[in-house]
């Protein structure tokens, strides 16, 4: 096994170069500095420039090195609240607003792929919820009900008896199909979103770490290892991978180490077998599996399969634990290689809802909690939009948002949740 994001793999020469920066010097002074360059900070600095701002991204690695080039490539609808969730906390008017920002998502995800002409391997192939219980069962056809109901969105259900149409494996107990969601290439977006911000006019620096971050009168002074920038305004895009750069941000956003191993190449007969209509999948445990067949007949096999920081340890680790799942689901994959296996971090908020903002003076959009490919590219627009004067309100901007309690940045509490969501997986 090679411990490598295998989407890294698949990029054009183009692709890695769009990724990279000569290292030269910074411009001086900016009108945005945009920390991080992952979806939410290339999308906004595209909008930006085109709106006649002059911009620059600081990234710490390569662009997109963090999760947006390491995640599943699942686009998925709706939010990490499910739907019941959602009105039982906010009212069916304000879920139904909430909800609606995930189809927005995904539109203006689609909206920037045409626009730019990113060639990132889009399928509109629908998701499957699969039921872990006979009992999730029950849960999926209660959701379906009140997403028709309340939502106007349709949702079809398979009982196990029928799922092989769906699904080669006798593992479920049923599923749920949404035909709105989508997957992507997630590596090849990234790369195709930085030549797009790039040619619309802004300046992406990777390599380029922020050490420091101070107001001084109406600026910022932004210090990096190759100079001081002065800017206007900064936006803070580092999500997963948020640091004490930004220590009111990182007191909010808890890093959780998502980790994924991929197949060798499989015939045609054995990929069709796994997933026949090439929908992404996830099951409806806590502590989930999230699968997919690539473009090039590979099985993609994720999970939260370790609660603490993915370090190479843990990702081995995790990447063995992984590989039994995946046979357990899939039997007829016993014998097949696993190629890759990598990791990368994703970040939840306290009420495992998005978040955009003002933060100490910093504009701010994170918490995406898994779900993050459309809507980071959706609320990184959406808060460039606001940074440049538009004054529209937004259900995900400007809600209250309070620091956990007891957390300063590092999740101290995770392997406690971990073994939380085990036993609610046992019990429930």
Not at 228 to 243: H, P, Q, S, W
Not at 385 to 407: F, K, N, Q, S, V
Request: charged share 25%; proline share 5%; hydrophobic share 45%.
């Amino acid at each position: 096994m090679i411990e490598r994001c295998y989407w890294l793999e698949t990029l054009s020469t183009s692709d890695v170069a769009s990724l990279k920066t000569d290292g030269g010097p910074l411009p001086a002074h900016v009108d945005v500095v945009v920390i991080g360059g992952g979806y939410t900070g290339l999308a906004a600095a595209r909008r930006l420039a085109m709106r006649g701002a002059s911009v620059l991204v600081l990234e710490r690695g390569d662009l997109g090195s963090g999760a947006s080039s390491r995640s599943a490539g699942q686009v998925l609808t709706g939010l990490k609240v499910d739907a019941a969730t959602l009105v039982a906390k906010y009212g069916e008017r304000r879920a139904v607003e909430l909800f609606e920002v995930g189809r927005r998502a995904i539109a203006d995800l689609e909206a920037v792929i045409a626009e730019e002409s990113i060639d990132c391997d889009y399928e509109r192939c629908g998701h499957l919820a699969a039921a872990a219980k006979a009992s999730h069962f029950d849960v999926l056809r209660d959701e379906q009900a009140l997403l028709a109901r309340v939502f106007g969105h349709r949702v079809e259900l398979l009982s196990r008896a029928d799922q092989r149409s769906e699904i080669g494996s006798e593992m479920y107990h049923g599923v749920a199909i949404d035909e709105a969601s989508r997957a992507i290439n997630p590596a090849k977006y990234v790369a195709g979103l930085a030549a797009a911000a790039r040619r619309r006019g802004a300046c992406l620096a990777s390599h380029a770490d922020v050490t420091g971050l101070r107001r001084g009168g109406d600026r910022w002074r932004v210090s990096t290892p190759r100079g001081e920038v002065i800017a206007g305004d900064v936006l803070a895009a580092t999500n997963g991978y948020t640091g004490p750069v930004t220590p009111a941000l990182q007191r909010r956003l808890v890093p959780i180490g998502s980790y994924i191993i991929a197949t060798d190449p499989l015939t045609d007969d054995r990929a069709s077998a796994l997933l026949p209509k090439r929908r992404v999948a996830f099951d409806t445990k806590h502590f989930l599996f999230y699968f997919r067949v690539t473009k090039d007949r590979r099985l993609l096999f994720g999970g939260r399969a370790e609660f603490g920081a993915p370090t190479p340890d843990a990702t081995r680790r995790a990447a063995a634990i992984l590989r039994r799942g995946m046979t357990t689901i899939f039997p007829s994959l016993a014998d097949a290689p696993v190629a890759y296996g990598w990791s990368g971090r994703v970040a939840f908020t306290r009420d495992e809802m998005p978040h955009a903002g003002r933060i100490d003076g910093v504009h701010v959009a994170a918490g995406y909690c898994g779900h993050g490919i459309a809507m980071a590219t959706h609320l990184g627009d959406a808060i460039a939009c606001r940074m440049a004067g538009d004054t529209a309100p937004h259900p995900l901007m400007d809600r209250p948002w309070p620091a956990i309690p007891l957390y300063g940045g590092r999740p101290w509490f995770l392997p406690l949740v971990g073994a939380y969501y085990k036993v609610l997986d046992w019990l429930t």
